[in-house]
């Protein structure tokens, strides 16, 4: 039977998916590496992972699972087979038929692991193939209830290896400074050094009830990594502590700290935040990479004339600058990438951060330490004293900050700074809010700029959406015209990307140049609606019509600025 059947490479050059060429390539290349053909051609990009499960159904005569078929996932059953063989092994239960268990498998011919399950489930089993990467998908689906992928990459068991062996250990060795092989220690470095490589904004250490949970941000979305047992809680919290520098015996109060750790022949920065919740304390590392900061105004998301614009207000002489959104959402990115393009032997740059997160050249920067009373308003004092040309306040907090600001725009600085609003035109009536005199807002602001951060489809998977949804169609204001003439595509998932469809982010905008007709309206303290209709008059584009051009152009996906639009809880199109 075997030697009759069909070879892989031949089954997809029938399927029109791989030319003949392409097969020979990657037989050359699976026979150098060790890997099997299939492999190498999903890696080569001569052929979706997709197709090949396809043909490996074809080449041994079963059945392909589409598991983008929701009414096929529904039919999954997680509770026929322990969670642990599933996260082993990449499987998925699919109910019983005359007493045989239908098995969702990857790989037909590990007949080593279909015998091992007949023995220990006792049941015989009919295998049907889909991709390894949507199984995992559909599997931290249905584990997470419904939320995004964990994405883990293939040392699936690296910090459960840590775990087992760190059991036996004593939890004392695990926070000295000198015992680098204890198991805590591996451990600790393993979750920071995975997190890195696998691209995560924030790893975070959560104590539950009877686990301490840990997460990993990716792309902006939570995605759970492990649970490391309740017994090891201690003894994990006290080494990244004691990484970060921060007292291991105060656990009432919050605490910071930094840890530097090199990652890959480069030096990783982790800023480590601790705050005491009810089932232990809770740690968030931020990973802060310089080369975020770097990667210039074109790659962030601008458009080319919201660029144009933005390049030109950057260069005045004086003014205020904000930018405006929630945490996370890239406003650090933005003013650093202009002030790299600002920072010349000729300017004089100061800012007053807290805490400064990443250290520039050329650029003097001050700390904020509000305990010993150097608060942004005496920092920004001090800075007028040093004749800067440009002033940076990490973030204009109260009416006192704010007026100094201003007093400094007044009197010939360039001023950035951020403020925590919604959109750009909430940025006026939030300093009037503030006590800032309207006069005072309406003649020093420049210009106010918004923005989100979402995430943009992999680049190898991605697919036209021959039918979006018209609910998310209409959310986000893409008309019947626009959808036939520009490209909107779907999140696919490979194993590029986890199975998310979704690799990196990008930023859509809302720039607010401060034309003749809003600062009248800033002075009159007209209500939000009222400037934002005046801004749009004015040539502003919002942060939706910024998203749709992504959408239309194929970065992304309509669902996902919706996801925005709706948890921002920005006003929709009509």
Do not use: W
Not at 139 to 145: A, I, P, R
Not at 351 to 375: H, K, M, W
Not at 413 to 426: C, G, I, M, R
Not at 488 to 499: F, L, R, V
């Amino acid at each position: 039977m075997a030697r009759s059947r069909k070879k892989l490479g031949e089954i997809l050059v029938k399927m029109g998916v791989a030319s003949t060429d392409d097969v020979e390539k990657a037989a050359t290349m699976a026979k150098g590496a060790g890997k099997r053909i299939g492999e190498a051609i999903v890696e080569a990009g001569f052929a979706k992972e997709e197709h090949v499960s396809m043909a490996l159904a074809a080449q041994f005569g079963l059945d392909f699972i589409d598991l983008n078929d929701n009414s096929v996932v529904d039919q999954i059953d997680m509770k026929l087979i322990p969670d642990d063989l599933m996260r082993k092994h990449i499987i998925l239960p699919m109910g019983k038929a005359n007493g045989r268990l239908q098995l969702i498998v990857h790989d037909p011919m590990d007949l080593e692991l279909l015998d091992m399950l007949r023995f220990r489930l006792n049941t015989e089993v009919d295998p049907k193939i889909a991709p390894k990467s949507r199984i995992k998908y559909v599997m931290d689906q249905k584990t997470s209830g419904g939320g995004a992928p964990r994405m883990v990459e293939a040392d699936e068991s690296l910090i459960s290896e840590s775990i087992d062996r760190s059991l036996d250990k004593s939890v004392d060795a695990s926070i000295d400074r000198k015992a680098d092989d204890a198991p805590i220690v591996k451990l600790c470095n393993r979750i920071l050094i995975e997190a890195v490589r696998m691209r995560a904004s924030d790893v975070h250490i959560e104590p539950m009830g009877n686990r301490v949970r840990l997460r990993y941000r990716i792309d902006g979305v939570c995605i759970e990594r492990d649970n490391l047992p309740k017994r090891m809680q201690n003894a994990v919290l006290a080494r990244f502590k004691l990484m970060a520098g921060i007292n291991i015996s105060e656990k009432r109060i919050p605490q910071d700290g930094r840890i530097k750790l090199p990652v890959d022949e480069s030096t990783i920065d982790f800023r480590v935040s601790s705050c005491p919740a009810y089932h232990g304390e809770s740690i968030v590392l931020r990973i802060l990479r310089p080369e975020s900061v770097r990667i210039g105004l074109e790659n962030i998301g601008f458009e080319p004339d919201n660029l144009e614009i933005f390049n030109r207000i950057i260069r005045r002489p004086n003014g205020i600058f904000l930018v405006t959104g929630p945490t996370g959402s890239g406003k650090t990115t933005t003013l650093y990438s202009a002030l790299d393009i600002l920072n010349r032997p000729d300017k004089k740059i100061i800012t007053a951060e807290d805490p400064i997160e990443y250290a520039f050249a050329g650029i003097n920067q001050c700390q904020v330490r509000e305990s010993i009373g150097l608060d942004f308003s005496s920092i920004l004092r001090s800075m007028l004293r040093q004749a800067p040309n440009i002033i940076l306040v990490g973030e204009i907090r109260d009416k006192e900050v704010a007026e100094v600001a201003i007093q400094a725009a007044l009197t010939g600085h360039l001023v950035f700074s951020t403020l925590h609003t919604n959109d750009a035109p909430s940025a006026i009536t939030r300093l009037v809010d503030m006590g800032v005199k309207p006069f005072l807002v309406a003649s020093s602001i420049q210009a106010v700029l918004a923005q989100r951060l979402i995430r943009v489809l992999c680049p190898k998977c991605k697919e036209p959406d021959p039918n979006p949804d018209p609910k998310f169609l209409a959310l986000t204001g893409i008309t019947k015209e626009e959808q036939e003439s520009g490209t909107i595509m779907k999140a696919c998932g490979c194993e590029a990307c986890g199975g998310s469809g979704y690799k990196g982010r990008r930023a859509i905008f809302e720039l607010m140049v401060m034309t003749s007709q809003v600062r009248e309206l800033a002075f009159q303290q007209a209500p939000v609606l009222d400037i934002r209709r005046a801004a749009v008059a004015g040539g502003m584009r919002t942060m939706i019509e910024d998203g749709k051009i992504k959408i239309l152009r194929g970065d992304t996906t309509p669902d996902e600025i919706a996801r925005i639009v709706q948890a921002e809880g920005m006003e929709a199109p009509a």
